[in-house]
């Protein structure tokens, strides 16, 4: 549905499975409860752990008293720094997949406090309830050290991080002269902006099962975006041969990041696990759900200059963000405000600033979600000055390169989510004034914003197996936190090869599948998908092959590109009477299984030609109580340019997903530290808000066409971060012309509304 | 809750702990058939169903009836489980999301949101599911508005709520009017 049919390409035929509205091949597990999350995996004499954690921001632990727990019947052991095994002591030994420059935490290491609500021991216990019940009886002493969690003061002390994770890039170098360019502006806007911290919170707390085995091997259900970061986790921490340890994990009840790295109930479970010979799973609770990372606290500032016509002349954007004492957490917060508008004088700064927490975590579009709201804020604010249409100054400064780097955008269909966003949206019947569009003490107000977000593709390598009946079963060791992978790797895999899809299944989760790098940063389909398509098409041409073998066949000497694979069958483009079905071919030449491996490797040369990225247009309608501040989004449109749709209906959700996210961002979510204890405070449902059902109204998702051949082998960019990025600033910027207030400091809870 | 102890807590030190309880038998319809467990009186029926039943498709997502991820029918009515001790539970009749479908045949809020793509990660589904059960049976949602303002008990952090509500309209529109006749 997306391909022009301008280039001739074999996945857009009649029949093809890529672009279908398929529903979920694990539905049916999913709402009938057969699917099994991390906890879920019950065996025979598995023993429970529960955390206890710190009361304090920062100090050392003088005395942990376990005597009262251990003296229940049925407490087997409690972990505490003074009783742990011996653990590695070099960095590297604790690093993961998605850590980036530091020290990572190791828990249970020594008596240091260096983050309120750190794991500080472990009960193990012969039931949940019993475990939970011991790690109340224990007495920690501690004492305390003065700790630093109010970003504003730490941020006397901030620095300039190198390229201190992997993916991130520091900012480009100043162009032209920003701040003189910005004095001299005929119109200018200079706004100051603050993102909350926020927490992943998905629906299923964290949890291992760790399962031991008598030969000492361990079976481990994580709650993980990469099965094979746990497993190399558990082997490098415990010192174990990966034959030892085999990571499954189906189903994760989704993560938004929370999973890229090992949390600490892996390292508890797997720690009780092998020193008490025992199966032993840990759980978090909600409130412990707050005690490792999270969107980092932004202070941002975004200055513009323009001429009287709308065109920039000046682009400051200066962040200051919080890392923890021991790691370097960055994320691409400014950068984009050099790529988003042509403008000759540009100045972007990034800085971090270190407080005792614990060290932030990538959460859906990191950077991008915090960076692009200041950006889409000032250009409205921007905008209001100049008495333009914000939509026509996002045009007038329109570009087809990226300005960071000069390189062209592989594709960049932005304009045409500007034009169909807004044409769906009604945009053109706005009145451009604030508080114009009232409904009695409802003041409706409509906004709108861009959205940015990469395009990667990493390496990963993917398998299948072809039986003579035609079913056809392929794997690699990603994951599926909800965007649907299990169903789009099917439908690649059965488009390829012509099957319908109830042949066809693909299996993830598995520490013993090829390599898959973690799912993140909407790269699953780029790069697990195209590994699926690279190992298909050798199945493809091995068929072909074998059929072009038969001397006495109808497909004698034809080559894989003479064929079209469809219905199980291999048919001659020249006459498609000239048929042989999979199963004909593999008899014919006595083969039962037809198996291969294939790496995805990406067009590294003409992606670094490039700038590669997806692109939306948001558009947002509130209403704003006048009395009571309160505001509820009536309707948003999210108009996507995301390269090839490989399944609309799940793409859909996702980017709905994200709006509400986007909600949530602009509206509810913040994780709020009382700086005396220096500690979060809401850390509940109860008091830490996410969108609820009442929260969500109407939600718009277009994907509009978009070819690209320079992404990956599929065309497809992915989508799960774009529909969040954009999405509080498009709301911020309706508020205003609800109210005529600039609320810059997100959320805006109605509080901050009613006092503005 | 979660912080049991610190330099201000309070000076349980001194007190012995109270013994964990004694286990007691509970008997209880699940799913259509009777069961007896054992249990102590400590035991939610959440966790009775997760650990002790091994029917984990009732989810815990915050153990606080904050998140209605453990959400079943007990007696026709949606409760939270982790709100509800299993041994109150005594000669009721408890329908978890294992005891939905009537065997190959999936309870039509089932298909709907399988058709709907009413979840994405799914951990809060069943909970969805039998909350949106319960309801229907409660006949006081005619608008979409009801929709959401009664299925507002159930998080979802993927965000699907629009499907949600299609899913649930589907089942709506297609039932008797006779379904929606309750008390608003």
Excluded at chain 1, 178 to 205: G, I, K, W
Excluded at chain 1, 267 to 275: C, G, K, P, R
Excluded at chain 1, 633 to 650: D, E, H, L, M, Q
Aim: hydrophobic share 40%; aromatic share 6%.
């Amino acid at each position: 549905m997306i391909a022009k049919p301008t280039i001739p390409d074999p996945l857009d035929r009649p029949g093809s499975q890529i672009g279908k509205p398929v529903s979920r091949v694990d539905g049916r597990l999913k709402v009938t409860g057969g699917a099994k999350y991390a906890a879920e995996f019950n065996t025979p004499g598995l023993a429970h752990g529960y955390i206890v954690s710190s009361a304090i921001a920062r100090g050392r632990i003088l005395a942990v008293d376990t005597a009262k727990a251990l003296a229940l019947p049925g407490v087997l052991q409690v972990f505490t720094h003074e009783n742990r095994p011996s653990l590695p002591w070099f960095d590297r030994k604790w690093k993961d997949d998605d850590a980036p420059k530091g020290s990572p935490f190791r828990p249970l290491y020594d008596a240091t406090i260096h983050h309120a609500l750190q794991p500080i021991a472990l009960v193990v216990a012969e039931s949940f309830e019993l475990a939970r019940y011991a790690a109340r009886l224990i007495h920690v002493t501690y004492e305390a050290d003065d700790h630093q969690t109010d970003l504003r003061e730490a941020s006397a002390h901030a620095f300039t991080p190198g390229k201190d994770k992997g993916g991130f890039q520091p900012p480009p170098k100043p162009r032209g002269d920003a701040d003189r360019a910005l004095a001299e502006a005929e119109v200018s806007v200079d706004l100051q902006f603050t993102q909350a911290v926020e927490h992943h919170n998905p629906m299923e707390m964290h949890a291992s099962t760790v399962v031991y085995h008598n030969d000492g091997t361990l079976t481990v259900h994580d709650k993980t975006q990469g099965p094979l970061n746990t497993q190399t986790y558990v082997c490098n921490v415990f010192d174990l041969s990966k034959d030892s340890v085999r990571v499954i994990s189906p189903f994760v009840g989704g993560a938004f990041g929370s999973g890229l790295r090992p949390q600490h109930q892996l390292f508890m479970a797997a720690l009780a696990a092998i020193t008490l010979k025992r199966s032993v799973r840990v759980e978090l609770t909600r409130p412990q759900m707050f005690s490792f990372g999270h969107r980092p606290e932004t202070l941002q500032r975004v200055a513009l200059g323009a001429r009287k016509d709308g065109t920039l002349t000046a682009v400051i954007h200066e962040a200051v963000q919080e890392t923890s004492q021991n790691e370097n957490y960055v994320e691409v917060v400014v950068n984009w405000s050099g790529q988003q508008y042509t403008c000759d004088n540009v100045r972007l700064d990034y800085k971090l600033a270190r407080m005792d927490t614990h060290t932030p975590l990538d959460q859906r579009a990191p950077g991008a979600a915090t960076g692009i709201p200041a950006l889409e804020i000032a250009i409205d604010a921007l905008a209001a000055k100049l008495g333009m249409d914000p939509l026509e100054l996002r045009l007038k400064n329109y570009t087809e390169v990226d300005p960071n780097t000069g390189k062209p955008f592989s594709s960049k269909e932005l304009r045409t989510c500007f034009r169909q966003g807004a044409e769906r949206f009604g945009w053109h019947k706005r009145s451009h004034a604030p508080r114009s569009m009232r409904e009695g003490r409802q003041l409706v107000g409509w906004g709108m914003a861009t959205g940015v977000w990469d395009a990667m593709q990493g390496q990963a390598v993917a398998s299948a197996r072809l039986g003579i009946d035609g079913t056809l079963t392929v794997g690699s060791a990603t994951a599926d936190i909800g965007p649907g992978t299990y169903t789009a790797m099917t439908q690649i895999a059965a488009d390829i090869l012509g099957l319908p899809i109830d042949q066809v299944s693909f299996q993830l989760g598995d520490s013993n599948l090829p390599m898959a790098p973690l799912q993140g940063g909407s790269w699953t389909v780029s790069s697990v998908g195209s590994a699926v398509k690279a190992v298909c098409d050798r199945l493809r041409d091995k068929l072909a092959g074998l059929a072009a073998g038969l001397n006495d066949g109808p497909l004698k000497g034809l080559r894989a590109d003479d064929l079209v694979f469809a219905d199980g069958f291999l048919i001659a483009k020249a006459d498609p009477s000239w048929r042989m079905s999979i199963t004909e071919v593999m008899r014919a030449n006595d083969l039962l299984v037809l198996e291969d491996e294939a790496r995805s490797i990406p067009y590294y040369k003409s992606q670094m030609q490039h700038a590669l990225g997806t692109h939306s247009a948001i558009f947002a309608e509130v209403r704003v109580d006048e009395d009571l501040g309160t505001v509820q989004v009536t309707r948003v449109v999210s108009a996507v340019a995301a390269g090839r749709i490989i399944n609309p209906k799940t793409a859909r959700s996702q980017v709905m997903g994200a709006v509400v996210w986007g909600i949530g961002m602009a509206l509810e979510e913040e994780s709020m530290t009382d700086q005396s204890l220096g500690r979060f405070m809401n850390h509940d449902f109860g008091e830490y808000h996410i969108p609820v059902n009442a929260d969500v109204h109407d939600i718009d998702v277009i994907f509009v066409e978009e070819q690209d051949d320079i992404v990956n082998p599929l065309g497809a960019k992915g989508v799960g971060e774009i529909g969040i990025v954009g999405v509080p600033a498009a709301i911020a910027n309706a508020i205003y012309h609800a109210t005529g207030k600039r609320l810059c400091d997100l959320p805006i809870t109605l509080d901050r509304i009613l006092e503005a | 809750m979660s912080q049991p102890t610190g330099p201000a807590s309070r000076s349980h030190a001194r007190k012995q702990p109270a013994p964990p309880p004694e286990p007691m038998d509970v008997t209880l319809t699940i799913n259509g058939s009777r069961k007896t467990l054992r249990v102590a009186p400590w035991t939610s029926l959440l966790d009775a169903l997760r650990l002790h039943l091994d029917l984990t498709g009732t989810k815990k997502g915050c153990d606080h009836g904050q998140c209605g991820a453990c959400t079943v029918l007990v007696d026709g009515r949606r409760i939270n489980a982790c709100l509800t001790l299993a041994v109150m539970t005594e000669g009721r009749a408890v329908t978890t999301i294992e005891g939905l479908a009537d065997g190959e045949a999936l309870h039509p809020l089932q298909e709907a949101f399988v058709e709907q793509d009413a979840f994405q990660c799914g951990y809060c589904t069943p909970g969805q599911i039998c909350s949106a059960v319960g309801l229907l049976e409660e006949g006081q949602a005619r608008t979409d508005d009801d929709i959401r303002e009664l299925m507002s008990g159930n998080l979802c952090r993927c965000g699907a709520y629009p499907n949600i509500v299609a899913a649930i309209r589907q089942v709506m529109d297609s039932q008797p009017a006779s379904q929606d006749g309750g008390t608003p």
